[in-house]
């Protein structure tokens, strides 16, 4: 394996490969940036310009511009509160309330920094991976898929703050949402109301962008200032030193959120969306400092930024193992595979492994090269948001519809972006929690489809698999966990407050 | 503070969480009222989903219409308001005027955006807003309304041959 590894190294480091990826990484920052433009369509409309290349260089366009995507849209999450893909939703819960405060240059230095290093635990996990990857997968089936989007529901506990029954009334709302289209077993139309627009369902789409950035920006039409709530200052934009040492500091928490962004999106369908607020909610369990999550938390930052290259890697590892897609994504690439004449399977593990493990290098090198641009980029990117709020309104509404619009080239998009932008907005005015809709969201048809398949096949049987038990040990004691907590908040609360409690 | 003043004056408005709970209990109760017509196979989810959200939303209605001072103490005291949402935004304190000119420009962006297209849309969206919202000169909002559309034609159109909203009229 180390020959492969090191004879995959020789093969990237050629100047066609290199001018591949740099180009990749161009384009990635251009996807990344730019909402709706997601990763999985860039990829499709590159893959004609990949025919007659070599696998390597071929690899090295499309991973470059892949994996630079999520970073990228990481940026617009923290200086604009609008998502540049959706699976960087997360990262605007505290990056963007830290760039209100002024600290734009000091999240976005933690996220890029965590990035590159939930990148790191990803290549690892993918060089550890293909020599076992088979068995291990194979010993997971539908029913523990279920278990474990059963599992990321129950970080709604977590999520709501204090708010359970609204965060899970929240959450319901979401999975309501995601059964809407045809249902994928029977075909049978739901809640579509007689449009044909809705069969395929809503798209995460134009709800990440409706409900928060579609708020930030109706805030910023009506305060009419800068996106960073405070005067600027001569040094506004330093802190980009400290974000990175926020995130070295805190790099067990950066190193297991990368490993819940790989682990996740080995999973087919769940994929980064989910990841990232599977992560956000243990940083938030783990932390001294759970209140400050939502307001400008470092630690929310460093959490959800780690998923986003981790996850890239993740979905690799059943596409090149297996030939399953790990999301939509993944599997473009994988006609990528079928087009260079690559069979995924044994085959890309044994006579193929240069080139997969040339992947890793790619992958490597082109997030240490986005990275590494980013934050030589920060400083203009982060003056950005004391430029005044009415000259940012005309690109940033712009951003929405196109975002929006893009994925489907549907207007029946924009529409449900602007319904969900008026959930946005009434969440934030009468206070509901929003991040559990968009959990029970992201996880309600992949619930459905676990629950279906683990019956289809096993009967009843299937609540009995041990790693299924397992997983509903793990959601009994996050409960418990939860509970308990309660109970000590409940001791540790000033006496007159408790009179008045139980009035 | 004594038990008997209240943390924060009582809104004389409706309750918004009885009002979320009514209206989320009418959406789940619709749901699971469309959910009963479909086949098994296809109902049993949604049905599953939308009677537990339906019996939630009417225990949250329940809840506030008969202890809503004990709510308003144990579940929602100014520091504990739910954690994405925790930033001092203008929507508690806007104005009814502030709420009708942010809406009236935000709708009508979007309404011009499915008569005229993206670049129409987009050219006089720009010009219209800065001149009036921001007090432009005429010279910088014609040349920033230019410059924009550009950079979307060229990288929408252009570059990644991508479809923008085209309009009712078809312009783009």
């Given amino acids: 394996m180390l020959d492969a590894l090191t004879g995959a190294l020789g093969e990237v480091l050629t100047p066609t490969s290199l001018l591949m990826m740099v180009i990749g990484v161009v384009l990635g920052f251009v996807v990344g940036i730019l909402p709706g433009l997601g990763g999985a369509v860039t990829l499709a409309l590159l893959l004609p310009f990949t025919y007659s290349m070599d696998p390597i260089p071929a690899f090295a366009l499309l991973l470059g511009m892949y994996v630079v995507a999520s970073t990228a849209g990481d940026i617009t999450s923290v200086l604009f509160g609008v998502p540049g893909e959706a699976s960087s939703a997360a990262v605007v819960l505290d990056g963007y309330p830290m760039t209100r405060q002024g600290q734009a240059g000091r999240a976005l230095g933690a996220v890029l920094t965590s990035s590159a290093v939930g990148a790191l635990v990803g290549i690892v996990v993918l060089i550890l991976a293909i020599p076992v990857i088979r068995p291990v997968i194979l010993a997971i089936g539908p029913p523990e898929f279920f278990g474990l989007a059963l599992l990321g529901l129950t970080f709604v506990v977590t999520l709501s703050s204090g708010q359970m029954h609204k965060g899970l009334l929240a959450c319901l709302f979401g999975v309501l949402v995601s059964l809407v289209g045809l249902d994928p077993s029977t075909g049978v139309p739901r809640f579509t109301f007689g449009s044909l627009d809705l069969w395929n369902g809503v798209s995460i789409v134009p709800v990440v962008i409706g409900l928060f950035g579609g708020a930030e920006v109706l805030q910023l039409m009506m305060q009419k200032g800068s996106v960073a709530n405070v005067t600027a200052p001569p040094d506004a934009v330093q802190g980009v030193k400290s974000g990175i040492m926020d995130t070295l500091r805190r790099w067990p928490l950066a190193v297991r959120s990368g490993a819940i962004g790989t682990a996740l999106s080995l999973v087919p369908g769940m994929g980064g969306s989910v990841a990232q607020f599977i992560a956000y909610g243990h940083a938030k369990q783990v932390s001294k400092k759970p209140e400050e999550f939502g307001k400008g938390s470092v630690e929310g930052v460093i959490a959800s930024g780690a998923t986003g290259v981790a996850k890239d890697c993740g979905s690799l590892i059943p596409t090149i193992a297996f030939g399953i897609p790990g999301s939509a994504s993944s599997a473009v690439l994988l006609s990528a595979f079928l087009i260079l004449g690559l069979n995924p399977g044994k085959e890309m593990l044994t006579t193929d492994l240069e080139v997969t493990m040339s992947m890793v290098w790619i992958t490597f090198f082109a997030t240490v090269v986005a990275v590494g641009a980013a934050l030589l980029l920060v400083r203009p990117l982060a003056k950005l948001t004391y430029i005044s709020g009415p000259l940012l309104i005309p690109f940033l509404i712009l951003l929405l519809s196109i975002g929006a619009y893009s994925e489907a080239n549907s207007f029946v998009d924009i529409v449900l972006m602007l319904l969900f932008v008026a959930i946005g907005v009434a969440c934030i005015r009468w206070d509901w929690p929003r991040v559990p809709m968009l959990l029970g969201f992201v996880l309600g048809s992949i619930l459905e489809r676990y629950l279906f398949l683990s019956n289809s096949l096993f009967g009843a049987d299937w609540l009995l698999r041990p790693a299924f038990l397992a997983i509903a040990a793990c959601i009994v004691l996050v409960f418990v966990s939860y509970g308990v907590k309660v109970r000590r908040e409940r001791r540790t609360t000033p006496a007159p407050e408790l009179d008045e409690v139980a009035r | ?172």
């Fill in chain 2, 1 to 172: 503070m004594s038990a008997n003043t209240p943390a924060h004056p009582r809104r004389p408005t409706i309750d918004a969480e009885v009002l979320g709970g009514i209206v989320l209990a009418i959406v789940f109760g619709g749901a699971f009222w469309l959910a009963r017509g479909w086949d098994r196979q296809a109902a049993i989810f949604p049905l599953g989903v939308s009677a537990a959200g339906f019996l939630l939303a009417i225990a949250l209605t329940v809840r506030a219409l008969t202890s809503r001072r004990m709510r308003a103490e144990a579940e929602t005291p100014h520091e504990e308001i739910a954690a994405d949402d925790n930033l001092e935004y203008i929507f508690q304190t806007a104005t009814a005027r502030q709420w009708i000119v942010t809406l009236a420009w935000f709708g009508g962006f979007f309404v011009a955006l499915y008569v005229l297209g993206l670049y129409a849309s987009a050219l006089i969206f720009t010009v219209a807003y800065l001149r009036t919202q921001d007090r432009r000169s005429w010279l910088f909002v014609i040349v920033y309304a230019l410059v924009l559309v550009a950079v979307l034609y060229g990288a929408f159109t252009v570059l990644l041959a991508k479809p923008v909203p085209p309009g009712f009229f078809g312009l783009v």
